[in-house]
Nanobody, 121 residues
Framework: QVQLVESGGGLVQAGDSLTLSCAAS??????MGWFRQAPGKEREFVVI????????YYADSVKGRFTIKRDNAKNTVYLQMNSLKPEDTAVYYC????????????????WGQGTQVTVSS
């Protein structure tokens, strides 16, 4: 069984930067990345890293501002978030699995507990 533990959330101002971490215990997973969920909204795809292909997939809303990095030795992924906006406010969840459709949350088997990111204007 895979366990995912997130850290790094917090309260920041618009334009600030923040880095989230997700440490995985257990076996190495093919896909690791992040979703987010704002109050009253569905869980939304943010970014996924594919280990087999080495490809990263970003949501259009974060492209150019967010960067995902993976430390294979530590089985950890990091989400560097720059130029944060109030609309980035959400609970951010780390996800892993072997999805067929990478942007669909129901395709992932493993989830972290979530970490709150709040961006004030």
């Amino acid at each position: 069984q895979v366990q995912l533990v997130e850290s790094g959330g917090g309260l920041v101002q618009a334009g600030d930067s923040l880095t989230l971490s997700c440490a995985a215990s257990g076996r190495t997973l093919d896909f690791m990345g992040w979703f987010r969920q704002a109050p009253g909204k569905e869980r939304e795809f943010v970014v996924i890293f594919s280990l087999p292909s080495g490809t990263t997939y970003y949501a259009d809303s974060v492209k150019g501002r967010f960067t995902i990095k993976r430390d294979n030795a530590k089985n950890t992924v990091y989400l560097q978030m720059n130029s944060l906006k109030p609309e980035d406010t959400a609970v951010y969840y780390c996800a892993s699995g072997k999805p067929t459709y990478i942007e669909r949350a129901d395709q992932y088997d493993n989830w972290g507990q979530g970490t709150q990111v709040t961006v004030s204007s």
